[in-house]
């Protein structure tokens, strides 16, 4: 859970967290008189968060790109049932500065009737919120998480989202970084530096 607490590795190094979002599957379908719903997650790890608006349905896959993408096929083998599945291609990328148990994910959606030409604010909706564990097991595997809600009360599956991420360290910073004395010309110079006090593992 969220303790709200700062703090900062004490060691320097830090934590390269890379997310790939693939899938959303099992929401709530639109009716015959709405736009097709858009969605926004705001994805939370550690001290870091950022926001996102997927395109849905995302493009084909580019086949031997090496893209890491998946057809709607693979995407469906993925998911329990294949209800209303949506392939989604979206990466990003977020610095911690220590290590997180979890990525929470919340999934807002917007909805708006087919006559409304930009002239109504979209109903906005939070589905909920959908807990992704920075486990080794887990790591570089695409996988698909329940995204549950809470607003009775009770925890209410809403669908399933489904994701691949990549966690890795980099080292603390290089210690005593200084020029070499006599070794400066016009167009160079020479550095010389004491090794970091972490290589980050």
Known sequence: PRDGKSSRSGSGISYQLGIH???????????????????ELIIQAGEAAKRMRPRVPAPPPAGASGS??????????????????????????????EPAAY???????????????????????????CYVPLEQRFNKRPCTWAI???????????????????????PSPVRNLRVVSGATRASELRLVW????????
């Open 148 to 170: 549950v809600s809470k607003e009775t009360g009770e925890s209410k599956e809403m669908g399933f989202l489904t994701c691949r991420f990549s966690l890795g360290t980099s």
């Open 21 to 39: 979002f693939l899938g959303l599957s099992g929401l709530p379908g639109s009716s015959w008189l709405e736009r097709a719903p858009e969605y």
């Open 103 to 129: 990525v929470y994910v919340d999934v807002w959606e917007e909805r708006m009737g087919l006559l409304d030409l930009g002239s109504k604010v979209p109903n906005r909706r939070h589905l909920g919120q």
């Open 194 to 201: 004491d090794p970091p006090s972490s290589d980050g593992g």
């Open 68 to 97: 890491g993408g998946i057809t709607e096929d693979e995407l469906r083998a993925l998911v329990p049932g294949s209800n209303n599945v949506q392939r989604i291609d979206e990466r990003t990328a977020m610095r911690l500065t």
